[in-house]
């Protein structure tokens, strides 16, 4: 069971004082060659609107239950959930394909928990294939004793995958490590192969034998190698999408304890919330207006004419159809998952519920339930 130190209020209000550095820009020739586009943002909302009118089919993969025979343990994928899947939005992954440029951006922040959405809408699922609808990774503070030992920070890095045939999600995962130099690793396991013995009196027999391989979430019908560099391209981008959110605005939102965030590329502020027909009703049934852009313009006061800058208004946390939902800038806001890098210890069941020691499953709705809270004290303040 994955298990942090006692979270105080203290430390969770320390977060939110961080300013994020520039970001470090990696060489052109770093970037070998880009994924092929699909359709035109497909699965992602184009307005806010838009998001609120599908937020029912957004959290449909939610509801998918686990297969028992799943690698990662129920509290892990609890704590993911709580601290919710982010869908992606824009140019995201690149894809390099020498081993030595596959890098991440910026190491000063090593996140304890990053957990996004990869599905796309529309796929048509084919029988007997598994399509991987979340991406996530926990970091933990050593390599278990089954995996060969490597330098840098580990992270559990993995797939929740949707078997077409149960309906089910199968989460799997292989140990990444981020070294130092900002490359990547993928560890190798240490486990045990049953031996028959051919020849001689003991012939007939069997015996183990220790040996070292790749993770069994790298077997596939693809070369080895090829399969690594895939994986670890998934990894870096998800790393460096991650830490790079906080110059983004955020939808984020919950229900029945599960989490949702859509982040919003800044210049794709106006577009994104230009609705201004969404409104909601206060406790006193008046109408309030939704969160949206509003285009500069010249105001006269007492003669002098004031030109009043472009700006978002109206109510950013708000209830549609039984969602609560927060609406956070960059200016105004930090985001705890992003700051937050306490690297989780693995304990027994037993252990983990002594004092001081919380388990990931709180970990990730506390992240959660202070990014969303903050906004709204930083706000009013």
Known sequence: MMIVEKISDTFLTVLSWFKRPELLHPDPE????????????????????????????TFKSYAVPALSESWLDSDERIGLKKLGAHVLHGDWLLFRKEKSRIRVEEYKKAP??????????????????LYPDFMFAIKLNKLPWNVVQEDGVPYKFGF???????????????????????????????????????????????????????PDMLQDDKPIEQTKIIMMNAFVCMFDWWVKRSDKWHVSVKKSGD???????????????????????????KAQK?????????????????????HIRGVDTFSWKGYACFVKAPEFHSLASVEF????????????????????????????????RNERIRKTA
């Not at 304890?112 to 294939?129: S, V, W």
């Not at 989490?259 to 049934?285: C, H, L, M, N, W």
């Open 112 to 129: 304890t928990l990053m957990f996004i959405n990869t599905a796309i809408g529309n796929t048509i699922r084919q029988e007997d294939r």
């Open 160 to 214: 929740a995958y949707y078997d077409t045939k149960t309906k089910k999600h199968f989460w799997a995962y292989a140990w990444i490590a981020v070294r130092q130099d900002r490359s990547v690793s993928i560890c190798k396991m240490r486990t045990t192969d049953k031996v028959r013995i051919t020849k001689g009196a003991s012939k007939g027999l069997h015996y183990t034998k220790a040996v070292v391989r790749e």
């Open 259 to 285: 989490r949702v965030t859509f982040s919003i590329p800044k210049e794709q502020t106006k577009k994104y919330f230009a609705d201004r027909d969404k409104t909601i009703k206060t406790a006193s049934g």
């Open 30 to 57: 770093d970037y070998i060659e880009a994924l092929p586009k699909t359709k035109k943002e497909i699965g992602f909302p184009e307005t806010l609107g838009e998001l609120l009118e599908g937020l029912e089919n």
């Open 290 to 310: 939704i969160v949206h852009y509003v285009d500069g313009f010249e105001r006269t006061v007492k003669g002098k004419t004031q030109h009043v800058k472009a």
């Open 341 to 372: 890098d306490i690297a989780p210890i693995e304990e027994s069941e037993e252990e983990a519920y002594k004092d001081g020691l919380i388990c990931i499953s709180k970990v990730g709705l506390i992240i959660a339930n202070y990014e969303d």
